[in-house]
Nanobody
Framework: QQQLVESGGGLVQPGGSLRLSCAAS????????IGWFRQYPGREREGLLC????????NAAGPVHGRVTMSRDNLKSTVYLQMNSLKPEDTAIYYC?????????????????WGQGTQITVSS
């Protein structure tokens, strides 16, 4: 059974940093693209970054451009999201998602499975 489990969220002050992890199990991790997304209350989930099965990472979405990096460790079946210079507007629930194949896509319909999400709250 496919499972994605995010961790690493929490309360952080503006300007701080967090590293999120997404641990995968139940599928052949190395063959799939994995994305990081976030969702504000009442709004659609939005993509932040994606790493393809080949290890290539997409450009970060505008609101987080220059402040986030993403990596994958196929031996650990885990992807990471490093977030720096956090702002109050980064407060959201963060999700990882497995795409249906090896390729990243801007379309949420191409995500085959989601984690449960982890809350990041940026506040002083």
């Amino acid at each position: 059974q496919q499972q994605l489990v995010e961790s690493g969220g929490g309360l952080v002050q503006p300007g701080g940093s967090l590293r999120l992890s997404c641990a995968a199990s139940g599928f052949s991790f190395a063959y799939y693209a994995i994305g990081w997304f976030r969702q504000y209350p009442g709004r659609e989930r939005e993509g932040l970054l994606c790493v393809g099965a080949d290890g290539g990472v997409t450009n970060a979405a505008g609101p987080v451009h220059g402040r986030v990096t993403m990596s994958r460790d196929n031996l650990k079946s885990t992807v990471y999201l490093q977030m720096n210079s956090l702002k109050p507007e980064d407060t959201a629930i963060y999700y990882c998602g497995r795409f249906v194949d090896a390729y990243c896509s801007p379309r949420l319909s191409r995500v085959g499975g989601w984690g449960q999400g982890t809350q990041i709250t940026v506040s002083s």
